[in-house]
């Protein structure tokens, strides 16, 4: 069966990094692409970032592009997200997501906290 593990998450200061990463298994990674969303208190989940199959293609929400880069590795089945100069907005918990067949398929999240 589908499984997505995140992982990576943490408690870091304004101004920081973390790179997050998304554990893929049940399906054959390299033919779909993949999302990571997040969600926030009392928030909708929203999507962050999006990259293409291969990788060549990605796109980003306004409010992460320029701080945040989505990437993967087919052969290790894994997606990442490396989040840089991170603000007390970007706390919420990370998930990552692939819709298979019309079907969306989501891991557990990773809490992703930003304070001083």
């Known amino acids: 069966q589908v499984q997505l593990v995140e992982s990576g998450g943490d408690l870091v200061q304004p101004g920081g990094s973390l790179r997050l990463s998304c554990a893929a298994s049940?399906?054959?990674?390299?033919?779909?692409?993949m999302r990571w969303y997040r969600q926030a208190p009392g928030k909708e989940r929203e999507l962050v970032a999006f990259i293409s199959n291969a990788g060549r293609s990605t796109t980003y929400a306004d409010s992460v592009k320029g701080r945040f880069t989505i990437s993967r590795d087919n052969a290790k089945k894994t997606v990442y997200l490396q989040m840089n100069s991170l603000e007390p907005e970007d706390t919420a918990s990370y998930y990552c997501?692939?819709?298979?067949?019309?079907?969306?398929?989501w891991g557990q999240g990773t809490q992703v906290t930003v304070s001083s």
């Open positions: 049940g399906f054959t990674f390299s033919i779909y692409g």
């Open positions: 997501n692939v819709v298979i067949l019309g079907g969306a398929y």
